[in-house]
């Protein structure tokens, strides 16, 4: 699928969904300025919400009648889905009137798993945890529509955010390289919620990725149709 991210490697962390962390920490929302951390649980309310042009006019009514996206998709090949609050109790995720309302608290221990990268990526702790949504992916309950965070979508760059969580401080460092192509890490993550940035090159056939707590407002959640190949 086109807008789908190369990166995850991190997507063998099956379904973490970039969500939250243990304990109760500091809900944040609105404008998106959370300064060190997010915390264990992140809320987000009335967010700008797009449409994206590939969606075809017939079908483009029926994108913005869709109100739940908490579905994550665990297996690209079968398309098996489940749902969200599978592994993260609670967690919402709704569109009313081209506005987004999400929320996230502490996913389940059972889809926490330590970082595995190729040989050249280093991590700083590896008794850290992290989990992350698969391919930063929210689908409909009939998986017709999906929820990404995108900031370019061309034929040959996408420019994309997924949430992940870590269960403390870690920094991800190196490049793993893969035949056709190489992703390069410089992530630093703060324990709880975060924001991993990443970048797909089709003409370098590279990868770079980084992370923040504050996401960029160029980065706009919009929604796509689902195209199973």
């Known amino acids: 699928m086109k807008n789908s991210i190369k990166l995850i490697a991190i ?4 379904v973490v969904i970039g969500f939250a962390m243990t304990g109760c920490g500091n809900p944040s929302g609105g404008g998106g300025g959370w300064g ?14 797009t449409y994206h042009s ?10 913005k009648a869709k109100v739940d996206f908490d579905y994550i998709c665990i297996d690209y090949d ?5 749902k969200l609050s599978d592994y993260i109790p609670g967690a919402t995720v709704k569109i009313n009137n081209s506005k987004l309302s999400l929320e996230l608290g502490v996913p389940k ?5 330590s970082p595995d990268f190729g040989a050249g990526v280093t991590v700083s702790d590896p008794s850290a945890k992290i989990s992350n949504i698969p391919n930063g992916e929210l689908f409909t309950a ?7 965070l995108i900031k370019t979508d061309t034929d040959t760059l996408l420019e994309g955010a997924m949430l992940i969580y870590a269960t403390k401080n870690v920094n991800i460092k190196g490049t793993e390289s893969y035949p056709g192509w190489t992703n390069v890490w410089n992530v630093s993550l703060k324990s ?14 590279k990868s770079t990725i980084t992370a923040t707590t504050n996401l960029p407002s160029s980065y706009k959640w919009t929604v796509y149709k689902w195209w199973e190949d």
């Open 54 to 63: 590939s969606i075809p006019g017939g079908d483009l009514t029926a994108a």
């Open 192 to 205: 709880g919620w975060n924001y991993i940035l990443i970048s797909d090159n089709d003409i370098t056939e």
């Open 78 to 82: 079968d398309d098996i889905f489940v």
């Open 11 to 14: 997507t063998a962390i099956v």
């Open 109 to 113: 221990n059972e889809v926490l798993e």
């Open 142 to 148: 009939d998986h017709t529509f999906h929820l990404s």
């Open 36 to 49: 060190g951390s997010i915390g264990d649980t992140i809320i987000l309310e009335d967010k700008d919400v």
